[in-house]
């Protein structure tokens, strides 16, 4: 499954074009227009991960991280097993209505390639700030502290992102992206026990997001994708404040 953009034809309108969701399999070979109209140069900007989030697409009145969810949650619809090549415009329409209206829920999906660490953690915090997501085995609301954290964790991949000329999507969390964000920390002089605690963030969040089956990746297993502790640390993060894993 994947997501195509086809060029206007009408004068005056070369420059926008449509983007239409496409399934080819032995089963089923659909091509329906999603209804979003947009700049070809805002479809380059999010083919190639090269947006901000926040940042407003002016042809569609929305932010790149909402676009973003929106195709990756159409995309999980279209790959699932149980899917009806008949409702796969009422499908778009379902995702599109809950994307944008801020009603987000966990939900068994499949893989999405595009979607990026730093949108899915907006989500996630949203999510547990509302209580649509508990901790596992609780009925209550995270604490404050544990959200603040998250916030930090959030502040920090952007960071990243920004200097590194970078965007990590959910499929980028390797071991890799695990070593590349360790040095980056490292190189900016946080001690052990802060990277510790950053990267035990990340392993939840990323867990999270495997968990929903918006990835495949699942380096979060590895023994080292969280560093090891040494001394006494200055940073409490989240994970440090709630032990209870999201």
């Known amino acids: 499954m994947d997501f195509i953009f086809i060029?206007?034809?009408k004068v005056g309108k070369e420059d926008f074009g449509s983007v239409y969701a496409r399934v080819r399999t032995g089963r089923a070979n659909v091509k329906t227009v999603t209804g979003f109209t947009i700049r070809q140069l805002e479809w380059e900007k999010y083919r190639s991960l090269q947006y901000t989030s926040s940042a407003l697409m002016s042809s569609i009145g929305i932010k790149?991280?909402?676009?973003?969810?929106?195709?990756?949650?159409?995309?999980?619809?279209?790959?699932?097993e149980d899917f009806d090549p008949k409702k796969a415009k009422s499908v778009i329409e379902s995702v599109k209505h809950d994307v944008l209206n801020g009603m987000m829920q966990v939900v068994e999906v499949k893989p999405k390639g595009k979607m990026l660490f730093e949108d899915f953690l907006t989500t996630y915090i949203?999510?547990?700030?509302?209580?649509r997501r508990t901790k596992k085995g609780r009925t209550v609301k995270v604490t404050p502290a544990y959200i603040k954290g998250l916030r930090i964790i959030q502040?920090?991949?952007?960071?990243?992102?920004?200097?590194?000329?970078?965007?990590?999507?959910?499929?980028?969390?390797?071991m890799e992206t695990r070593n590349s964000l360790v040095g980056y920390w490292k190189g900016r002089g946080l001690m052990p026990n802060a990277i510790n605690s950053y990267m035990t963030d990340v392993r939840t969040v990323a867990k999270a997001a495997y968990e929903d089956k918006l990835t495949k990746c699942d380096d979060f297993r590895h023994s080292d994708f969280v560093p090891k502790k040494r001394g006494s640390g200055q940073h409490l993060s989240c994970?440090?404040?709630?032990?209870?894993?999201?």
């Open 64 to 80: 790149y991280g909402q676009f973003a969810q929106v195709l990756a949650r159409i995309k999980a619809a279209f790959e699932a």
């Open 239 to 246: 994970a440090g404040t709630d032990t209870g894993n999201a």
């Open 126 to 131: 949203e999510d547990l700030k509302t209580g």
């Open 155 to 174: 502040t920090q991949i952007r960071n990243y992102q920004k200097e590194m000329h970078r965007k990590i999507g959910l499929d980028d969390m390797t």
């Open 7 to 9: 060029k206007s034809s």
